[in-house]
């Protein structure tokens, strides 16, 4: 089963990143597809983070005193003032076990 | 005389991958530990860095797993995740379609955002394919580096679910996207895809991920659509 995800996995990478490399393939994306696929990273990742911060054993934390909810505002907060991925990821997890710790 | 200077161009390539080489340690680390924590064996959680090589994309499958999400929901993710790699190599087809099917399948690897990153500022007679190898290789060989010692950490950490590891990959794609949102589209894509995340999750979707990102895709792509209709 793991290693079915593993192989699809690889199959799927090689053929994203190969495609437009092969020298035989004529087509162009046009101008809609390419529109398109701009929002996959913003989402698609809001997607994956979404059920991180709010659910909890089946059930939605939508309260203040969810310390991934407040640690993912601050992560949000951090990237506006310095712009720099490291930082706001390091210093949010700094945070989000100072958060967990205290409430 | 050429494969000295082929040498060079190797070297310099992997040189300026290292800085960004580094800066994916904490991801490399996760992908392992996150990895063994959810049950994969260490043959499975090397394998996923040495074959598939996407961080993000590995990091959701394993957060995805743990969750219980199916084959099929994980593999569509992915394909969807990793689209962006389709327009990398859009913009590198010009450099890279002309070389030596070797050297085709080899770069094509290796395609990454970091890799991307530093070598589509070159134009046909600029570009090297050596310089390109040795920053791809860098970031390869970095990366599975890294994900050993998050598979060796792993195994040696009991307990590992409980530690709240899985906030620092929310941390990490929040710092992501929060500088690519300043249009109206990306807003409603991003606020309709947690919305519907949320709602999806609750109501215990399987493939809520998927189904919630396409939704936000989908919100994004007609606002900006109907946008450009009404502008």
């Not at chain 2, 200077?5 to 392992?32: E, H, M, Q, V």
């Not at chain 2, 994900?147 to 929040?174: H, M, R, Y």
Request: charge should be positive; include cysteine; charged fraction near 10%.
């Amino acid at each position: 089963m793991i290693w079915t995800i593993i192989g699809g996995m690889t199959l799927i990478l090689f053929f994203n990143r190969y495609l437009f490399l092969e020298p035989r393939l004529p087509i162009r994306l046009n101008r809609g597809v390419k529109e398109f696929l701009g929002f996959a990273v913003p989402g698609m990742l809001t997607a994956i983070c979404g059920p991180i911060i709010f659910v909890k054993d089946h059930g939605l934390d939508l309260s203040l005193s969810n310390p991934y909810l407040l640690a993912g505002l601050c992560a949000i907060g951090l990237m506006l003032w310095r712009r720099n991925v490291l930082l706001s990821v390091a210093l949010s997890v700094a945070l989000f076990y100072l958060f967990r710790w205290w409430l | 005389m050429r494969d000295s200077l082929a040498r060079t161009a190797f070297f310099r390539g992997t040189i300026a991958c290292l800085p960004l080489t580094l800066a994916c340690a904490p991801w490399g680390l996760l992908a392992g530990s996150t990895a063994i924590d959810a049950q994969l064996t260490p043959a499975q959680s090397q394998g996923l860095s040495l074959f598939v090589f996407a961080g993000a994309a590995q990091l959701v499958a394993i957060g995805m797993i743990k969750g219980g999400a199916s084959a099929i929901s994980i593999l569509v993710t992915t394909l969807l995740l990793t689209s962006q790699h389709l327009l990398y190599a859009m913009h590198l087809r010009p450099l890279v379609s002309p070389l030596q099917p070797k050297w085709r399948f080899g770069l094509g690897f290796l395609l990454t955002d970091e890799f991307f990153a530093l070598v589509s500022p070159f134009d046909q007679k600029t570009f090297n394919r050596w310089y390109a190898l040795g920053v791809g290789l860098c970031m390869y060989v970095g990366w599975n580096i890294f994900t050993l010692l998050g598979v060796v950490l792993g195994k040696s950490i009991p307990g590992l679910d409980q530690l709240g590891l899985e906030f620092s990959i929310a941390a990490t794609f929040i710092a992501l996207i929060t500088p690519i949102v300043r249009t109206v589209p990306t807003i409603v894509c991003v606020a309709v895809s947690l919305l519907t995340v949320v709602l999806f999750s609750y109501w215990q979707w399987e493939s809520a991920i998927v189904l919630a990102g396409l939704a936000g895709m989908v919100a994004g792509y007609l606002c900006k659509r109907l946008g450009g209709y009404w502008a």
